[in-house]
């Protein structure tokens, strides 16, 4: 299969509306070519004029490690290019950044999660450009968690760098894909275009990521498919206080960790709760000491998730209802436990980290209040669900 770059570069003809414009690149570490080129090089090589880049949440070269860690503007040493950041003074993009180019090629992997800043930052981009005459196209890539839709949709009031707009946190799109909603919904008068990928198969082997592509980080701790697949659920303990596994090898893979919790307890007051919910995965228990981050330096005992391999359901696999079981199996057997992380998230003071996260405060509350059963949140998210499906049908181009 070939995704969006590489059909651009195999095809004159998908490059000839290029040529005489100012082009502007998108970019990130995991931008790169079938042959591992990075797109910038591999653009500029094909003699496309290439006036600036763009990088996003963790920079073009990827090197920020944690939420909230900016990147400086700079000018590229090689081709002497700015190289603006959508993550340091700004996140969205300023008039002087788009006067730099007339097209704008957006190249990024994303993880099929509303919460991965990559989503926001394409509907940013489509804002700056909306009225001016400037073009928008997405070079396509796989979601690698595939068709899969789960959690609530984000509330009218509730957007934020993680929340661009009412979906749900796994959202099924492709950034093609999603950039057609974003026009529709946000009525934004701009001139978009997705090269789409050839021989992408969301229901093939590898349910989403192609099995002949080797994994890059996209961003620092998006080390392997298996995190991608489970972040749309490990993501939420970035708002509570036990650890996601940064500062390990393995971060984001883990149902948490924590010095002070017993995993097989947790684990098997999940499997009483909601046995259902465990499905299409590995769940095994095991310890580690984040080099960093929170619980640094202490032994923490965990759940892996490992949603890989001859364990892997991918339609029964439920990262978001995994993640929010294992709160609520903490929050009965805790009760008292400090459960949410109260810490500016993402550039959101007032509200708690977990709300910002979920788009609204359902699953915390679902979480602390002790009459509420599984079927009471697998009824609010179903609901979701089923109206963000018919929601995105018309916007899916595979």
């Not at 963790?58 to 950041?85: C, R, W």
């Not at 993880?111 to 940013?124: A, K, N, S």
């Not at 959101?348 to 979480?367: K, Q």
């Not at 209040?369 to 179903?382: E, F, I, K």
Request: proline share 7%; net charge negative.
């Amino acid at each position: 299969m070939k995704f969006g770059i590489d059909r651009l570069l195999a095809d004159p003809t998908l490059r000839a509306p290029l040529a005489g414009k100012r082009v502007a690149l998108v970019a990130h570490p995991a931008s790169v070519t079938e042959s591992l080129v990075h797109s910038l090089d591999a653009l500029i090589a094909a003699g496309v004029n290439v006036t600036s880049a763009f990088g996003p949440q963790h920079g073009l070269k990827g090197d920020k490690q944690d939420n909230m860690v900016e990147t400086a503007d700079e000018l590229d040493p090689l081709y002497n290019i700015p190289v603006f950041s959508l993550y340091g003074e700004v996140r969205r993009p300023t008039g002087q950044m788009m006067s730099t180019a007339d097209v704008f090629l957006f190249d990024l992997q994303d993880l099929g999660c509303r919460i991965y800043t990559f989503v926001t930052t394409l509907l940013y981009l489509l804002e700056a450009a909306h009225g001016t005459g400037k073009e928008v196209w997405v070079l396509d890539r796989p979601n690698p968690a595939g068709r899969p839709v789960e959690g609530t949709l984000l509330r009218l009031g509730q957007e934020s760098f993680v929340g661009a707009g009412p979906m749900v946190m796994r959202h099924g799109l492709t950034l093609g894909e999603m950039g057609r909603w974003f026009i529709d919904h946000f009525k934004l008068d701009v001139p978009y275009r997705v090269i789409e990928m050839q021989g992408w198969e969301p229901e093939g082997p590898g349910f989403g990521w192609p099995q002949d592509r080797i994994w890059i980080n996209p961003s620092p701790n998006a080390a392997n498919l298996n995190m991608a697949r489970a972040y749309a659920g490990t993501v939420m303990l970035e708002g509570a206080t036990l650890s996601e596994g940064r500062g390990t090898t393995r971060p984001l893979e883990v149902l948490f960790g924590a010095p002070d919790v017993d995993a097989k307890a947790v684990l098997a007051e999940m499997r009483g709760l909601a046995p259902e919910w465990l499905a299409g995965c590995a769940i095994r228990e095991c310890f580690f000491e984040p080099t960093f981050h929170k619980h640094a330096k202490t032994l923490c005992n965990a759940l892996m998730i490992h949603a890989e391999g001859a364990f892997y359901d991918h339609h029964a696999f439920r990262p978001w209802r995994l993640q929010a079981l294992a709160f609520k199996a903490i929050r009965r057997l805790y009760p008292d436990y400090p459960l949410w992380r109260d810490f500016p998230y993402e550039y959101e003071f007032e509200r708690l980290a977990i709300d910002v996260i979920n788009g609204g405060p359902a699953l915390r509350e679902w979480v602390d209040d002790a009459a509420a059963m599984p079927s009471d949140l697998d009824a609010l998210a179903g609901a979701d669900e089923a109206a963000w499906r018919e929601t995105i049908r018309p916007y899916m181009l595979y």
